[in-house]
Structures are given as structure tokens and as C-alpha cells.
């Protein structure tokens, strides 16, 4: 028998002879299949079980290096604002809107009763319609408190919900590469949750809706990321201006911009004051603030039931 016979053949390619082997598994390779290692060369088997066993790399916030780099929890945030947008717009009927504008956009959020409708008015349920069909919606001060969280979802229109959602995308990309998408998504929520907290306290009355309050903590939660990882913040500091500066001059809900903004430099300080290598208590820290919102929008709901004797 020949030497050219009795040559092994590779693992993956039968009809390929080889004299190469996996320094791992001493199975036979063709150069096509062969991956260097320091010493010799590797099978592509072994190399992905040892891809599964290392310890994926941490950001400095302790979240994966990898994980945010595709921006998922970024998209998804987008995604879920527009078809949140546009299950409004086919509720409230896509050609009345166009012809009477705003106005037909904000009767629409009322029956919907999913954004800050009369907050704290002494109505305890507001009749809604969805679809066609008709139920009853409590107000905030009523128990209705889902609306502090489906409010940063729904928009007046497409301008505000395109201004939000590129802003959110411009910031929101960096921000989850840089904290991992589980911290990235949680800062997010309680800075929305924080403006929303904010306008229950300061305008229970006003109808308030808009992603404005969670992209505004991406501007605070940005500061405090970038002075953590000494960048510049400059240019965050000159756009978060001409933000505050539009809010108060074409009468945005302040209340709402300013409680995101708070809410992120909280999350942000949390983030980037806790130790190194105890990264695990942004959790507990997260967990802390969560709770002190909730007391305050109790506290705000006691208020409003003495106030107007809501039962």
C-alpha cells in the first residue's frame, strides 16, 4: 500500500488526505479547516468550545463588551414607538388626523386614556375607545398608574415622534455599547419613568405624552458616562441647551424634560460612583431609586384624593 494511500483524511472533507492534526483532539485537518493557535494548529471544533468556555470580556460598567454593539435594545425602543404611534393613528382614524391635525391627535390620546389625560382631576375613569370598542380607563390618581410608563410611547405627531426617536437613536447606540443593552434599557425606563413622576407632581393635569422624558436622561446619563471614561462633553452640554431652551419657548412639558434629564444623571451617578468591582450594586441602586419614585407618586396621589375627595 502507498504512503498516499494510507494518508488519514480530514474530519470535515473525507475526500481530502492530510497529514495535519488538531493539537487539541488529534483529529486529522486540511489546511482549509486548520485554525493557528500559539502552538500548532486547531480544528474548528475545538476552537468553538473554547470560545464557549472564556469569560466574555466586561465593559467598565460591567456590562458586555459585545452584547450593545449592535445597538439592539436601541432599535427595539425605536420599533416599539412607532408601531405604538401607529396603532394611535389607525385607532383614531388616519384621515381625520390629516384633516384636523393636532387637535384630532390629542382627542385620540384621551379615549385612549394611555397618556397623562386629566391626571388628577377628580374624574376617576375616562371612557375610551379602541377600535371601536368601549371601555372605561382610570386616571393616575384613580390607580391607573400604567399610564406613568404608556405615556413615554405614544407621540403628538410625526414630528415629535421623529425628533425623539433621532435623538434616541444618535445617543442611545453609544450609551448601550458603553453600559451593555440590561443597564443601558433600565437607565432608559427610570429616566422616562422619572419625567413622568415629575409632570404627576408638577402638571397632574395636563395631557403629556412623549419619549421626551427618557431621551432627555440619555442627555444626563451621557454626562455622566462620559466624565466617567474622560470624554468631552462639550457638544452634549451645548445640544442639551438648545433643547431646554426650545422646551420653554414653544411650551414643551418642562416638568417632564427636566425629571428625565434628573432621572439620568441619577442612573448615571449610580452607574459611575459604585466600585469597580462591586458593579453588582447598580441593581441595588436602581432598585433604591425605583422605590423612591413609587413613594413619590404615592405621596402625590394622597395629595390629590384630599384635595379633591377622589374615592
Not at 375610551?128 to 403628538?156: D, K, W
Not at 441619577?266 to 433604591?288: D, M, S
Request: proline letters at 4%; a positive charge.
Amino acid at each position: 500500500m502507498s504512503d498516499e494511500q494510507s494518508a488519514p483524511t480530514c474530519y470535515r472533507h473525507r475526500n481530502r488526505q492530510t497529514y495535519l492534526r488538531c493539537v487539541r483532539c488529534d483529529k486529522p485537518i486540511c489546511a482549509d479547516c486548520r485554525i493557528d493557535a500559539p502552538v500548532g494548529f486547531q480544528c474548528p471544533d475545538c476552537v468553538a468550545a473554547g470560545r464557549r468556555t472564556m469569560r466574555q470580556p466586561r465593559n467598565s460598567f460591567g456590562g458586555g463588551a459585545r452584547a450593545g454593539a449592535a445597538g439592539t435594545v436601541t432599535k427595539a425602543l425605536i420599533g416599539a414607538n412607532v408601531a405604538v404611534f401607529i396603532v394611535t393613528v389607525l385607532s383614531a382614524g388616519v384621515w381625520a388626523i390629516i384633516s384636523s391635525g393636532s387637535t384630532e391627535m390629542h382627542r385620540a390620546f384621551a379615549e385612549l386614556g394611555l397618556g397623562f389625560s386629566r391626571l388628577g382631576v377628580p374624574v376617576p375613569e375616562i371612557p375610551v375607545e379602541l377600535f371601536g370598542v368601549e371601555f372605561v380607563s382610570p386616571t393616575v390618581s384613580a390607580g391607573g398608574y400604567y399610564r406613568m410608563v404608556t405615556a413615554m410611547f405614544l407621540h403628538f405627531g410625526v414630528i415629535h415622534l421623529l425628533f425623539n426617536m433621532v435623538v434616541l437613536w444618535m445617543l442611545g447606540r453609544v450609551l448601550e455599547r458603553d453600559l451593555g443593552p440590561a443597564r443601558y434599557f433600565t437607565a432608559y425606563m427610570l429616566s422616562g419613568l422619572a419625567g413622568s413622576v415629575l409632570v404627576y407632581l408638577f402638571s397632574y393635569g395636563a395631557l403629556t405624552a412623549g419619549a421626551s422624558g427618557a431621551v432627555y436622561g440619555l442627555f444626563g446619563l451621557m454626562i455622566m458616562v462620559n466624565r466617567k471614561l474622560r470624554r468631552d462633553n462639550q457638544g452634549i452640554y451645548v445640544l442639551l441647551g438648545l433643547n431646554l431652551v426650545l422646551t420653554l419657548m414653544l411650551g414643551f412639558s418642562f416638568a417632564g424634560h427636566v425629571g428625565g434629564l434628573v432621572g439620568g444623571l441619577i442612573c448615571g451617578a449610580i452607574l459611575t460612583f459604585t466600585p469597580r468591582e462591586r458593579r453588582a450594586l447598580h441593581w441595588v441602586g436602581f432598585a433604591l431609586f425605583l422605590v423612591v419614585l413609587a413613594a413619590i407618586t404615592f405621596f402625590q396621589t394622597g395629595v390629590l384624593d384630599n384635595r379633591f375627595d377622589v374615592v
